[in-house]
């Protein structure tokens, strides 16, 4: 299987900074990485597809980044509204694991 | 518009089976695979397994191959899952996703809390 590792674990930001997020995998994956974003008590929600591709509706403040086996999910000035949890998932191959998460939380 | 209704919890006896549905409505049921995921409290998501509601094929992760069964309705839109052998490790939310490149819609998720 391949192993999604997520960092950091924790993130605590201010509103208006930018943050990244690290997606690793454990073998090369291409570009079939994608996010999610979960808020507390809420299902998940598709952020961004195919490392970089945008999604409608999502603010356009979430971008991502990277190809083979690293991957960055940008938040451009962080909302209050963005604190949750952020998971990478590896689309390129079974099982379709998911990475541990990072919870985004603001100072 | 697209949605996915999930019951919202199940209390289900150790040792033994529950079945889940996740009725689809608002897009050609048939058009799109289903995914099935594992949410155990304050934990993170894990990936059981997707069917293609057109012909009901099957792939699963292989942990999950002897306690998941994913299944479809055409007739009603809807796919289940059916958990065997239930245990305390069983306990968590599970999701249903339509998959559309990813994971585009979810459902509320559907709490199974496992206990005698």
């Known amino acids: 299987d391949i192993v999604m590792t997520q960092s950091p674990a924790i993130l605590s930001v201010t509103p208006g900074d930018r943050v990244s997020l690290s997606c690793r995998a454990s073998?090369?994956?291409?570009?079939?990485l994608h996010w999610y974003q979960q808020k507390s008590h809420e299902s998940p929600r598709l952020l961004i597809k195919?490392?970089?591709q945008s999604i409608s509706g999502i603010p356009s403040r979430f971008s991502g980044s990277g190809s083979g086996s690293d991957f960055t999910l940008s938040i451009n000035s962080v909302d209050p509204e963005d604190v949750g949890v952020y998971y990478c998932?590896?689309?390129?191959?079974?099982?379709?694991?998911f990475g541990g998460g990072t919870k985004l939380e603001i100072k | 518009q697209v949605q996915l209704q999930q019951p919202g919890a199940e209390l289900v006896k150790p040792g033994a089976s529950v079945k889940l549905s996740c009725k689809a409505s608002g897009y050609t049921f048939t058009n799109y695979w289903m995914h099935w995921v594992k949410q155990r409290p304050g934990q993170g998501l894990e990936w059981i397994g997707e069917?293609?509601?057109?012909?009901?094929?099957?792939n699963y992760n292989e942990k999950f191959k002897n306690k998941a069964t994913l299944t479809v309705d055409k007739s009603s839109s809807t796919a289940y899952m059916q958990l065997s052998s239930l245990t305390s490790a069983d306990s968590a939310v599970y999701y249903c996703a339509r998959f559309y490149y990813a994971l585009d819609y979810w459902g509320q998720g559907t709490s199974v809390t496992v206990s005698s």
């Open positions: 069917i293609n509601p057109y012909n009901g094929r099957t």
């Open positions: 073998q090369s994956i291409g570009d079939y």
């Open positions: 998932q590896n689309g390129h191959s079974f099982p379709r694991t």
């Open positions: 195919y490392t970089s």
